[in-house]
């Protein structure tokens, strides 16, 4: 089925777990048809499409490395199929601590968190109607790189996930011409996503130090629900930043780089 004008879609990377799933079903709630992408595990992302649909809108779950350019071109070849414009265009999908794609390729942090962030996008952009949104989902440790000191081990994410907002950035005087807002949604660490769990095992009492100090951490659901607020918000301009959790002021004061 082609979706027209008329009918709301969304596009959610790194939508088959986690935040990137609970905003799809989240944005099916309000009405919007979901295409997610996901890299491994088709029958999770399976799962999340059924429960799309359950909402009585449409989806589609699509593989795509967002790190390889004839997947990417592969991806949108398939959403031109089934839809004629985007809406909305959540980048959720990250990554930099797998083990197995850091020994193929020690750059890959930078590929995933910045320079596919960048050529989704350009991808994006035909199908991108005025109006539409683009949404980057971040981490304070990676919005506020390199002014705080960082989790052992989440320097490398955090500093590659900077540069991809940073480039986003530079962008968004281009495409606020062509009548698109680029919006921030960055959170304090999330429970229920690996960060946390991969600090519990690396940094224990860091990790406990860090809940104490700032309450209790955010949820995947909290997150999604304040991505999707944040996409149906009018009032909020193009290069906003929306904050899930810790205020930026008490990261930046407890853990601020005096080096």
């Known amino acids: 089925m082609m979706h027209r004008r008329r009918e709301r879609v969304a596009l959610i990377t790194g939508g088959s777990r986690g935040i990137g799933a609970e ?6 709630e309000q009405g919007f048809h979901v295409i997610l992408t996901y890299r491994q595990k088709a029958a999770r992302a399976q799962r999340v499409l059924s429960a799309i ?3 009585g809108v449409s989806g589609l779950a699509l593989p795509c490395d967002l790190t390889r350019p004839g997947e990417l071109a592969c991806l949108f070849a398939r959403v031109r199929e089934w839809t004629d ?7 959720n999908a990250s990554g930099g601590l797998e083990q197995e794609r850091l020994a193929e390729d020690p750059e890959y942090p930078l590929r995933i968190n ?3 962030q960048v050529a989704c996008v350009e991808a994006a952009l035909p199908l991108l109607v005025p109006g539409s949104t683009i949404l980057f989902v971040t981490s304070h440790w990676a ?20 540069a991809g907002e940073q480039a986003l950035r530079s962008r968004q005087e281009e495409w606020r011409a062509r009548g698109l807002r680029l919006l921030v949604v960055t959170g304090d660490l999330v429970e229920g996503t690996v960060t946390p769990m991969l600090l519990a095992r690396a940094m224990p009492i860091a990790l406990e130090r ?7 951490l955010p949820t995947v659901e909290q997150m999604a629900r304040v991505i999707v607020q944040a996409v149906r918000d009018t009032t909020l301009v193009s290069g906003s930043t929306v ?11 407890r853990y601020h780089r005096d080096d």
């Open 53 to 55: 649909e359950q909402r």
């Open 114 to 116: 910045c320079d596919a």
């Open 23 to 28: 905003t799809a079903l989240l944005l099916a």
């Open 243 to 253: 904050t899930v959790g810790e205020p930026l002021t008490g990261l930046l004061t």
């Open 85 to 91: 414009h985007l809406d909305t265009l959540v980048l």
């Open 143 to 162: 919005h506020l790189y390199p002014r705080i000191k960082q989790f052992a081990g989440y320097g490398v994410v955090a500093r590659s996930k900077y």
């Open 210 to 216: 860090h809940r104490a100090a700032s309450g209790a």
